[in-house]
């Protein structure tokens, strides 16, 4: 099992609709959280970023966290074709520390 | 604002030579991460250092070294190069002791192709 799990996708919505990408972690004592988006070829932008149980929220995007359930996700309002993009949710393992664990990453496609 | 600036962007070498990656990380960040990314895949942990010590370690082959110098900027140096290294590689720098509770923030990536 990988650490860190994600749907790749690639997952199509219409522009205007909610975009929900999931994320799984097996490191139950891990740390923080973070939402990486990546377009072909360029270098993961971070997005969001969650540390506590619940919804955190920045603009069109909310990162929903569920530690018992070591489940991660990011919900994009209002889609737009410019969100098309890989991403990649990455965790900070409970040993916390200087390593950040990538997920495979989802690939969203926006449809205008 | 300053970002991580990584050099070179592209790169081209021959099996069996050497490559060295340079990063020079946000001013004030004290944490370099080292990153492998190749086709299609997720980044994949190479090597960090804090405090110009190296702080952790991943899958980062006996081929391959680093360090972070006084400037706390950081080379990558690849040796015998394999054709199965081609790849994105990515710098990233934080601050504060590592990853815990502070984001990575990353270059811009020196693209690797061995030939």
């Known amino acids: 099992q990988k650490e860190v799990e994600q749907n790749s996708g690639p997952l199509s919505v219409p522009e205007g609709a909610i975009a929900s990408l999931n994320c799984t972690y097996s490191d139950r004592g891990s740390q923080s959280f973070f939402w990486y988006r990546q377009y072909s070829g360029k270098s993961p932008e971070l997005i969001m970023f969650i540390y506590s149980n619940g919804d955190k929220e920045d603009g069109r995007f909310t990162a929903q966290l569920n530690k018992a359930s070591q489940y991660v996700s990011l919900l994009i309002r209002d889609s737009q074709p410019s969100d098309s993009a890989t991403y990649l949710c990455?965790?900070?393992?409970?040993?916390?520390?200087?390593?950040?664990?990538f997920g495979a990453g989802t690939r969203l496609f926006v449809k205008a | 604002a300053a970002g991580v600036i990584q050099s070179p962007r592209h790169l081209i070498k021959e099996k069996r030579e050497t490559a060295t990656l340079k990063c020079y990380p946000i001013p004030r960040h004290d944490t370099v991460y080292w990153y492998q990314q190749g086709p299609g895949q997720d980044p994949q942990f190479l090597i960090s250092f804090y405090e110009k010590m190296q702080s952790d370690k991943g899958s980062i082959p006996d081929r391959f070294s680093a360090q972070q110098f006084s400037d706390y900027h950081s080379e990558l140096n690849m040796s015998s190069l394999e054709l199965g290294d081609s790849a994105l590689y990515f710098c990233a720098s934080s601050f504060g002791q590592g990853a815990t509770n502070s984001p990575l923030h990353f270059g811009n990536g020196t693209r690797l192709t061995v030939t």
């Open positions: 990455a965790v900070t393992p409970g040993t916390g520390g200087f390593k950040t664990i």
